[in-house]
């Protein structure tokens, strides 16, 4: 193992580099032109699994002229620039969970990242997508984290089904975005926890791990100057109030012994992929006795989105940034000869800021309004019903829009007064788009077709679980941002059922496929069942939501080799 690793693992100045605002590419690490043989006709050795968090199809398409790493590389391969997290509920879990399951939220159970049990033995009834709420050291703010929630297998479950010799390894910021890529039957998984990659409790952390955690502890110390300003980007520099926030002109400096500074930046990428890289290395991924899969999850553009919008010269920075780190892991998959496939995808898109929208031709773009939060909306159900519960909240809900869960300890009755009371309120209000029942949505039939012509209700049944979801499902109209007030580190988001937050790029690439664009409306489930057949696993049908699609520019097909 020694061995293995002096040969393989970079050392820590070249990791350092990755970190470091403006830090060039080495040269050894650009990424080889494709090449022109043609795809092997045997299973990939393995499978990289790419998302981008909050990466929309508006933000792809503003900026892939400019993508020359690893973005670049992937716009060769077969390019699906309208994929669609179908769902309403367009969340960091449920869109996760769609990329290698195969499967909407209605059948994988992830229906949003928190949900409420009201009649759960715990204090707290919150319940957060990627934890073991069984577990007494687990809440929703600090989970134990688990996949226990994930109804269905993910891609790396059916691969260790069909051989056990299969590696399944997912990386990412975000715990949540391990567990429903990475599923249940995980080999090696990472996150980022309190300014350093961690796994689960009671694990080792590998060399790998160890050695990024060393070198991000090493900058984060330290600090780092700002980002260079690509000149592509300096249009977008424009300083802006949102709320009490100044977005439009950052440029990520990091302030010494700052960890958020460098979560809330492209460095977090750079580590994600750091590790990735290292990963591959170690456990020599892509070259064992059956096919790997690699899932990694950058989360940098959600962050950045969050905290400054998606139009301005942060984002816009966090591109040219991703597309290096993303650059790098495929370079060196490339330089190790391994024949890999690739998918990128996200989990949702996004929505800027609504004060920068009302200066870009946007005014109708607005925040919530407060009497849409559950405790308002309880305060007004009392006062025209009268019914109050025996203990604890009348409504809970994670925010001022989704779903929205009655007391437990509600007579049936008073259950059915106090749900007419809150539907006939969100209806009237001139923020709320529709508005469902739990029974409405039960006895709806699961969506089909094309989901660009998807109504609302079937956005929602798709997202429609019935031991999870809420009584009430109430979905905001467009453009409004379901932010009451916007304050440093939170001034946009994303959730909504409106193809600003829908509508995804899919990429996929493998050296030798015929590249070729498709337009035509697909979705994220349909990414399990074309690498799946791929992999020539074994399917039957009803396995999954989605479709193989055919990668195959050319006479070949990729989705006749399924069995």
């Known amino acids: ?224 100057p700002a980002f260079a300003v690509p000149a592509w980007c300096l249009p977008t520099q424009r300083a802006m109030a949102a709320g009490s926030a100044t977005i439009g002109a950052g440029r990520f400096p990091l302030e010494a012994a700052k960890p958020d500074g460098f979560r809330v930046s492209p460095r977090i990428d750079a580590a994600t992929a750091d590790l990735a890289i290292r990963l591959v290395d170690e456990m020599q991924l892509g070259k064992g006795a059956a096919s790997d899969v690699l899932s990694v999850s950058f989360s940098a553009t959600d962050y950045v989105g969050h905290a400054y919008g998606s139009e301005g010269l942060e984002m816009c920075i966090q591109m040219a940034e991703l597309d290096k780190s993303i650059g790098r892991l495929l370079a060196r998959l490339d330089l190790l000869r391994i024949d890999y496939a690739v998918v990128l995808s996200a989990d949702h898109g996004g929505f800027d800021a609504p004060e920068r929208l009302d200066q870009q031709a946007y005014p109708r773009a607005v925040r919530v309004d407060p009497a849409l939060l559950p405790g308002e909306l309880a305060k007004a159900v009392i006062a ?45 209000h001139g923020q709320v788009a529709a508005v469902f029942t739990s029974q409405e949505l039960a006895a709806a039939p699961l969506p089909s077709g094309s989901p660009a012509d998807w109504s609302l209700k079937d956005r929602a049944r798709a997202s429609f679980d019935a031991q999870r979801s809420g009584d009430i499902v109430m979905l905001l109209d467009r453009a409004v941002v379901p932010i009451p007030a916007a304050g440093p580190g939170y001034v946009a988001t994303h959730g909504s059922p409106w193809d600003y937050d829908r509508r995804v790029p899919m990429l996929f690439w493998r050296r030798g496929l015929p590249g070729f664009e498709q337009p035509a409306p697909v979705e994220t489930v349909d990414i399990a069942p074309t690498l799946a057949a791929l992999l020539k696993l074994n399917i039957t049908d009803g396995d999954f939501d989605g479709r193989c699609l055919d990668l195959d520019g050319g006479p070949g097909n990729t989705c006749a080799g399924g069995k």
Not at 66 to 90: D, E, I, M, R
Not at 144 to 162: C, I, N, Q, Y
Request: aromatic share 8%.
């Open 1 to 224: 193992m020694r061995q293995t690793l002096n040969r393989f693992i970079f050392p820590a100045a070249m990791a350092m580099s990755a970190l470091v605002p403006g830090a060039p590419l080495l040269a050894k690490d650009a990424a080889p032109a494709s090449a022109t043989a043609p795809a092997p006709a045997e299973p990939p050795r393995l499978i990289l699994a790419i998302a981008v968090d909050q990466f929309s199809a508006d933000l792809f398409a503003q900026y892939r002229q400019h993508f020359t790493g690893g973005l670049g590389k992937l716009l060769t391969g077969a390019v699906f620039p309208s994929g669609y997290q179908s769902h309403a509920a367009t969340e960091t879990c449920p869109g996760h969970s769609t990329l290698l399951t195969g499967v909407h939220p209605s059948r994988s159970g992830i229906i949003a990242n928190n949900w409420f049990q009201p009649g759960i033995a715990r204090a707290e009834k919150k319940v957060y997508c990627a934890e073991d709420e069984t577990d007494p050291a687990s809440s929703s703010s600090n989970p134990v984290v688990s996949a226990g929630h994930l109804k269905v297998p993910t891609l790396g479950d059916r691969m260790k089904a069909a051989n056990p010799a299969s590696r399944n390894v997912a990386v990412s910021a975000k715990d949540r975005a391990v567990m429903m890529m990475g599923g249940h039957k995980i080999d090696a998984a990472y996150w980022w926890k309190g300014g350093a990659f961690t796994s689960f409790a009671g694990l080792p952390l590998a060399p790998s791990a160890q050695a990024v955690n060393r070198t991000s502890a090493a900058l984060i110390a330290k600090g780092a």
């Open 384 to 428: 025209k019903t009268g019914i109050k519960p025996a203990n604890g909240p009348l409504i809970y809900g994670d925010g001022a829009f989704g779903d929205y869960y009655f007391s437990a300890s509600l007579s049936a009755e008073d259950k059915t007064r106090a749900s007419d009371a809150l539907v006939t309120l969100l209806k009237a």
